[in-house]
Each structure stands twice: as C-alpha cells, then as structure tokens.
C-alpha cells in the first residue's frame, strides 16, 4: 500500500527534523507573533497561523512526533510502493463501511442533551462514542476541548480544539478556544523558563494577601456602629465591613486572574453549543447565600464526575478571606462573628467575580 503523504509540519516551522524541544517552541513562539489572526487581515493569515499550530501541536508531544516520524519516513522512502492488487468488496463489507461512517445522528443528539442538562461526564463517554464512529466530527472534539479545559487540562483542551479546527477550518468559536488554550500554555512553558511574568504574579498575589491582612486589621479595631440596626441576619454590620469584603472580594479575584490560577471568565461562561455552565448558575445561589453554594458545588460537581478548577480555586479562596475575618470579628466589640460567616462570603464572591472580570477586561493577564 502507498503510504499517504504527509504535511511537512518541520518545513511549517521553518526548523531542522533534528531540533530540540526548546527549538520547536522558540520557532513557534517567534511564528505566532508573526502570523497570529489578530496581527493581520490578511485572510490567508489564519491559514498559515492554522499550519503552525497543528505543526506545533504534533512536534511538542514527543508520542505524537515518533509516529510523525516513521509516518514521513515512510513517505519519502523510494521503492516502498508496493500496492497489491484489493480484492472486490462484498456488498456487504461496502454496506457495513458506510454504516460506520454514516453520521452518528442519535449519539450527536444525545450528547447535545447532556450538554444542556450539565451531564459532563456522560457527555464526554458520548463524545468519545461518536469519535470512534465519525472521527471527522468537529462537535465532539468541542465538547472534549471544553471538558478538558474545566478540569484544567489546558494541554488536552488544546489539542481537542485543534482537531475541531481541523475538522471545521471556518469555525470562530473553535479559533478562538485554540488561541486561549495555547496562550495559557505559552505563559507557562515562559514562566517556566523565566521568562514569563512571574514578578506580576508575585506582586498579585502579595497585594491580595495584604489587603486581607489589612481588612483583619480594620474589622478588629473599627469603632464603628450598625448601619443596619433593622436588618436581623446582619443587624451588627457596618458600612465599613461592608466595604472591607467587597474589597477583599475584589483583591482576591483580581490577583487569582493575574496569578493565571482560574481561567478567563467568559471561558467559563458557556459551552461548544453557547449554553451557560452550571458554574455560572452557582454564581446566582452565591449572592444568596455563599455556603449554599460550596455545596451546591460540591454536590453537582461529585455527580458529574468533573470539578471546575477555576470556580473549586475560587470558593476557597473567598471561603479563607472570610474564615480570617471571622477570627477578626471576635475581637471585635460590635460585630457579630457568626453573621460575618454565614453572611460576608455573599459579599466577597461578587467582589471576587468583578475583580475577575476586570482583570481580564484590562489584559492584566
């Protein structure tokens, strides 16, 4: 049998078959930059920006390479030819290869309603089933990007969108997914390195400490009085409480976002089929009660096999901000230390969702 030719991805690099590690990632760092679609408008720019990322996507993982490899040595060797004559095919073996590859009508659909019913775990063993009848399927490789990338597997979740891509080359939503993906990754292997940004998270993550400790400090020594006397879950509040958890909320929010350790908020927004997340539904419970939805958290995420990393990295921090402030509260003379639990996190969650937003808004990332 003719080995099929394969796609040069060492001459889409512009590297030798023998570079290194380091030198696949340096030729395709200095590539995006050059040809990255919101560089440019020239159209064929996605194209080319398309070839460098499925070229990188093989030559960084070292499996994926050695078989690249022997696939293209085979290609290029002279003399290898040596098709033989096919036997006719039955009716029936023609029948059965167009049945299996014969689009997957009923498991696209049930995978659809998983999606819209938050089922992750069933939707991903349905995903992979329709791969392994229809392995052109853009959808399904979607829906893996996107569960991958709630578990925080960026590495995964890159790689199943640009199968997507390449099973749906027009597909803007996969585009931009593959662009987040690798970008995430890119600040890593940077950081890594060194090179990467690393006295930002460091100066993040500081100021997210010290505007707590400070918050601890103002909670414990404030004179203030009740501003809501009236209101009995939280009749010993203070205008000033209140303004110390919005702010600790946002620090906190703000510096997780900076620090890289939750993803991009309208990443976690919505699915492949631009329906809303059950995190994002947990958000609402949490202006109602913060614990609530801990639990709620806890409970849906235990079901579904499948913890979001961003929203679990949130609640703990939120829940450490008013664990300290409620140590604070005991020395406190007006404020009760038990509504300052059961009742800031309220609070500091929107605080921490906003500082999230806003830090991304402004590229802090």
Known sequence: MVPTPQPDHYRALGIARDSTPEQIRSAFRKLVLKYHPDRSKDPKTVDTFM???AAYEVLSDPERKANYDRLLQLSTQPGQSTARPSAPRSSAASSSSRARQAPTSDAVERLREQLRRGKLFE?????NEVLR???KSGFAYGVLGDIARTR??????S???AFALQMEPGNAHYLTRHLETLGILNQRTRSASGSGSSGSKAAAFLIGVVSVLLAGMFVA????KSALAGVTPVDTWTVGLLAVLALCGVAVGAALSIARLVDRFDATGATTMGRITPWVALMFVAVINFW???FLFLVVSSVQRVFDSSTSRLLAAVGGVIAFLTLSALVSRQLDPLQVFLWGGNVSYVGAVCGWMVADALGAR
């Not at 925080?152 to 979740?157: E, I, L, Q, S, T």
């Not at 020594?221 to 203030?224: D, F």
Request: charged content about 30%; glycine content about 4%.
């Open 51 to 53: 070839r460098i990322t």
């Open 221 to 224: 020594t404030s004179p203030e």
């Open 133 to 135: 009848e229809d392995p």
């Open 123 to 127: 939707a991903e063993i349905t995903a």
């Open 159 to 161: 790689k199943m969108y």
């Open 292 to 294: 609530a939805s801990c």
């Open 152 to 157: 925080g597997d960026y590495p995964r979740a």
